[in-house]
């Protein structure tokens, strides 16, 4: 998986490429997420448009980026959900407790309100 | 061979992650010969993915040096596939939902629920010499049947 950064309207963007599962993907997003707050950003968007894969390594991790960031005293959410992905937030019931936004103009915008 | 010409496949591989996308690409194409539909066959790789995933991980602790043994087979109208680790075993009854509201934040413990979520029959056999075999089967359904639209799945 490929991880990119980019800011918009003083959010962090994290457009996540590819597969996100145990060993490669995983370990990528957790590497990103730190990063990004060690950075000193507190309102972080994962763009998930082009996840093509997600296991529950990857679902952990995600999960785990959004508990580390509200620790933080910051807001995690995510945008671009393919329909797979959602299928699995879904089931596990994920959806009730992440943040997700439809797209990335209602996401930023979610931040200043 | 299995009696409806699909052949029987038997694989080893290291208890190494990488070899998890190894073995994804032998199933898919396996896959691929049947009648499952393109939903149906990545709801079996994920499957198939977390099963691996258990394997090497909790099952040979990622211990280079043990294996995991993967089968695949075909017989009538059901896909089979077994994977088997080296490991001391576990209670599978013992595992949490990952849906009761104190797990839903636990970054771990969705691997089983998905397994038994996307195969209609899960089964563990405990080697008495040790070791861990789950086997994993799927009806092959029409095309148009959504394997997830009907199922309910406790934890």
Redesign the interface.
Known sequence: MKVSSRERDGVTILDLKGKITIGVGDVALRDAVQETLNNGARQILINMSEVTTIDSSGIGEIVAAFTTVTNREGKLRLYGIPPKVSDILQITQLVTVLDIMDDEEEAVASFSR | MSRNGFPEIQLSIGS???N?ELVQVVVDESLGRTELDEDSR?WIG?AV??AL?NAI?HGNQRDPGKRVAVGFRVEEDVVSISIADEGKGFDPTTVDS??EPEN?????G??I??MK?FMDEILYDFGSAGGTTVTMKKRIEPSGDDP?AVKEVEG
């Open positions: 190494r992650f990488e998890i990545y994920i993915r977390e995933a991980k990952p849906l839903l934040l636990r970054p771990d969705r691997g629920f998905y979520r997830r």
